[in-house]
């Protein structure tokens, strides 16, 4: 632009040295102009540059919102998509519902070799197996008496098996889901009962070294069958069954944290609460689970159990709610079966902290045990 205005100016000093008659008040505009136009050059661009910049800056940051809006709005279709999809999901493929209510593929902790009880703590206990039926292997810990550990020391499957001929009761272990590693910590807490020979934790089919597919069916002839096996080898000593979460009558029942049976139970998991009030919530989940087989119906089966009845429950047990236990109880206790046996109900308060599987830690359970398994006479306590 500079170029361009100083011949304009030559020119104009030029007309105006020669005396042209042009140099009037043509020449004072062209002259004014020509000053202007030099002084605008001189000046620069001056505040348009910044304007234009900060005009660029707000664009940029727009474009940011506009693209971290489309991401959440995306995000939350695929969140949406995929809860609504869930429930048809397990109505058409309801064995992902009996993979969750079994939880046999959980495995907490993974790296332990169940073969070796004594890594776990109990150097007076042997691995063994049983096989109930055809593919079918049921992997156990059985633990003697702490003050046999060091006659225990060494000693091979048949020792253990003559043990439970011994003057001791012995307890059957029957784990709840997603706990079949053998909850050494578990008997380790409980075995101040040291007058107890254990047949500890015999793993269903499908958790821990055990091998098969869990079903309600198969637990439940696989329980009748390891508990066939000790009474075979036993004698006359009472055998008592301690069930944690899931369930010839034996000398005693104890039941921990129990539920009344699968649909309520599944209703009032933690994993249904974002589904509970979905439409169709019955058809979708819960229908599913009955149609597989699957019911453990506790609340009819207690009714038709003739030995004495222990049931534990925590207050703030998150899986199955300690109001479940206590209507289990309920049922329980006025049932016609149970006239010449005592039926009792431990709450451990929620301040202890216990939840679903802890109530193993109370130092109270000891004494709890021995006064409802001392207890040999017949007669009903509530």
Known sequence: ???????????????????????????AALDADCRLKQNLCLAGPGPAEPRCAADAGMKRALGRRKGLCFRLRKILFFVLGLYVAIPFLIKLCPGIQAKLIFLNFVRVPYFIDLKR??????????????????????????????????????????WYEDAL??????????????????????????????????????AFPGW?????????????????????????????NPVYIWGHSLET?????ILESPFTNIREEAKSHPFSVIYRYFPGFDWFFLDPITSSGIQFANDENVKHISCSLLILHSEDDPVVPFQLGRKLYNIAAPSRSFRDFKVQFIPFHSDLGYRHKYIYKSPELPRILREFLGKSEPGRQH
């Open 1 to 27: 632009m500079r170029k361009r205005t100083e011949p304009v100016a030559l020119e104009h000093e030029r007309r105006a040295a020669s005396g042209s008659p042009s140099a009037g008040p043509a020449a």
């Open 117 to 158: 009880p004594q890594d776990r703590g109990l150097n007076h206990t042997c691995n063994y197996y049983l096989q109930p039926e055809e593919d079918v292997t049921i992997g156990v810990w059985h633990t003697v008496p702490a003050v046999w550990w060091k006659n225990a020391q060494g000693k091979d499957q048949m």
């Open 165 to 202: 001929s011994s003057s001791h009761p012995i307890i059957l272990y029957l784990h709840g889901n997603a706990a079949g590693a053998h909850h050494g910590e578990r008997w380790t807490g409980v075995c101040p009962l040291q007058s107890c020979d254990v047949l500890f934790d015999a």
């Open 208 to 236: 821990g070294d055990s091998v098969g597919t869990p079903s309600e069916r198969g637990m439940t002839y696989d329980a009748l069958h390891v508990f066939d096996w000790i009474k075979v080898r036993s004698g006359d």
């Open 249 to 253: 009558p034996p000398d005693a029942l």
